[in-house]
């Protein structure tokens, strides 16, 4: 790899580094205000403008609290717990591709972290070893409810990758890729994959909403039955690295959809776009801007599924859990074999047929 | 009996396929959830907007004085024994020569606390007052406590200051009756204020 790539890359993960815990951060004050709009109040307004300094106030607060470690817990792994949680959330966004290349000294160099063709797998991978950090957490606090708050994380996210990684075979069937660059290319002009998935979309929905430990899936934390689930016995930062392991998770995910269903980077009228800027700013200035606005688009997508995780938290109250387990194995499983099956119906008989009309 | 027709049958029907997807009870509930996300909002934003309290409101407590600044309280004690929270405690004190200015009557309250993290304000001190000495304002509340020693209010904070003496319609349960039932008759739409019992 040469030095100039090399430089580009790194702020390439820097930024994406960077906007990830900003973003996140935003999460806990944009939580609080969409919980107090949809409760008819107004949210937290005292801290800067529209409370935009409450995330900091929070942080202080989490940093200045005592760091408590329990008589009877294991100390080591008590602390690694919300590390492993924090590293796995963070590791997700390396493989999603935040916009096209970049240009750089007359080299095209892609917008994301890793270049690699198996990024959906890196995903899987990495969000199935996020569950660690929850159940070495609450197997490390000595305490009952914690422990069954990491039970139930583990039962519950191992179901629902499955339904997971069915309703993405369907996405894999169509583009016949398994790298993420090449997924959102395809879906270049209007081909998102939303409309091609929509039953697969709403099964990935569903079941990134039970990764992330969100409402109506929270049952890992749930506090009228668990105290505070896996994270009952932990104070200071260590808690405020788990529920920021939480909101990062809910970016990537959020991110991750908008990449596989809404069509990543790519927007109506993109190439249209693309001709202007080069036009006017000549191929390297305008092919950097038309990249950076397809960053944009992709971050204004995720954010929007960002609302949408709220929106639905503040909605619907919580399963019991053995809806969950009935709605991961019963419904979902059977409803993803089923579009898998639809999907291989539709490439082998449908698409030659379309493609025939179309000639 | 019915009272009303709200009643539903209940119905145990075991769900249907779609139905037990939940997917259109969530579209329903995000509907009503984003309706309410773009409606006004109730909130009061308090230190800079205070709501209306009404003329019954029981706030900060007064010790009144008569339309001369002599003192009302005579440190009978009833306000004390009336007080289910044990908040007032009081030391009487026998009015001296050339204290006729200073209080009304020939005894006096030398000391008269209360504690405003007992107080309940529940208005039975003003109730029990034979004197018409104390009062629960209707305008201004106990402020937040800042240290220990700003909870038991002396007679410092408690007697009312002459400069700025504290208004109201009617002091009296028969004159406010009196008051409510005029203005219903629509024979009077306001009445003066005024500072004395």
């Known amino acids: 790899m040469e030095l100039t790539e090399l430089i580009v890359k790194s702020a390439v993960i820097l930024v994406v580094f960077g906007l990830t815990l900003l973003i996140a951060m935003y999460s806990t004050w944009a939580e609080r205000k969409v919980a107090a709009f949809i409760q008819d109040r107004s949210g937290p307004n005292r801290a800067g403008w529209g409370g935009m300094f409450q995330p900091l106030a929070d942080a202080g607060k989490m940093f200045f609290k005592e760091d408590f470690i329990p008589a009877k817990a294991n100390k080591w792994l008590f602390i690694i717990g919300p590390g492993i949680a924090m590293i796995t959330a963070l590791m997700t966004s390396a493989v999603i591709p935040f916009g096209n290349t970049f240009i750089w000294d007359g080299k095209a160099i892609p917008m994301l972290g890793v270049e690699t063709n198996i990024g959906v797998l890196y995903v899987f991978g990495i969000v199935a070893l996020g569950v660690y950090g929850i159940m070495i957490g609450g197997w490390a606090s000595n305490n009952k409810f914690s422990l069954l708050g990491a039970i139930r994380a583990a039962s519950q996210n191992i179901s629902y990758e499955v339904a997971m990684g069915l309703s993405i075979i369907a996405i894999l069937m169509m583009s016949g890729t398994l790298s993420l660059p090449e997924i959102v290319k395809q879906q270049h002009g209007g081909n998102w994959n939303i409309f091609y998935q929509p039953l697969g979309f709403i099964i990935f929905l569903v079941c990134a909403f039970a990764e992330t430990n969100r409402t109506p899936f929270d049952l890992p934390e749930c506090e009228t039955e668990l105290v505070g689930g896996y994270h009952t016995e932990y104070g200071s930062m260590k808690l405020g690295f788990y529920l920021f392991a939480e909101y990062i998770n809910i970016f990537v995910s959020s991110a991750f959809m908008a990449t596989l269903y809404f069509g990543g980077y790519n927007y109506p009228g993109m190439d249209w776009v693309y001709t202007q800027l080069t036009t006017a700013l000549g191929p390297t200035a305008g092919h950097n801007i038309a990249s950076l606005i397809g960053t944009a688009v992709l971050f204004i997508k995720a954010l929007m599924f960002i609302f949408f995780f709220m929106w639905v938290r503040w909605t619907l109250p919580r399963f019991r859990y053995d809806q969950l387990m009935d709605l991961g194995w019963t419904k979902l499983i059977p409803l993803a074999l089923f579009n898998i099956l639809i999907t291989g119906a539709g490439i082998l008989l449908l698409k030659p047929w379309l493609t025939a009309l179309l000639d | ?197």
């Open chain 2, 1 to 197: 009996m019915q009272l009303t027709n709200r009643a539903k049958q209940v119905s145990n029907k075991t769900m249907t396929f779609s139905e037990s997807l939940y997917l259109p009870a969530i579209a329903k509930g995000l509907a009503i959830t984003l309706k309410h996300f773009f409606k006004k909002k109730v909130t009061i934003q308090y230190p800079e907007v205070k709501r209306y309290l009404g003329p019954v409101f029981r706030g900060r407590h007064v010790l009144k004085r008569d339309e001369q600044g002599r003192e009302r309280c005579t440190a009978c004690g009833l306000c004390a024994v009336a007080c289910p929270a044990e908040a007032i405690s009081m030391v009487a004190e026998e009015r001296k020569k050339g204290e006729e200015h200073l209080y009304r009557e020939e005894k006096y309250a030398a000391v008269y606390e209360i504690n405003m993290l007992r107080c309940i304000f529940c208005g039975l001190c003003e109730e029990a007052c034979p004197k018409q000495a104390i009062y629960l304002r209707h305008d201004q509340f106990v402020p937040v406590f800042q240290e220990r020693d700003q909870v038991i209010w002396g007679k410092e904070m408690l007697v009312e200051d002459m400069n700025n003496r504290y208004e109201r319609e009617a002091w009296t349960k028969e004159e406010a009756h009196q008051i409510d039932r005029l203005k219903a008759e629509g024979k009077i739409t306001s009445v003066p204020t005024r500072a004395i019992p």
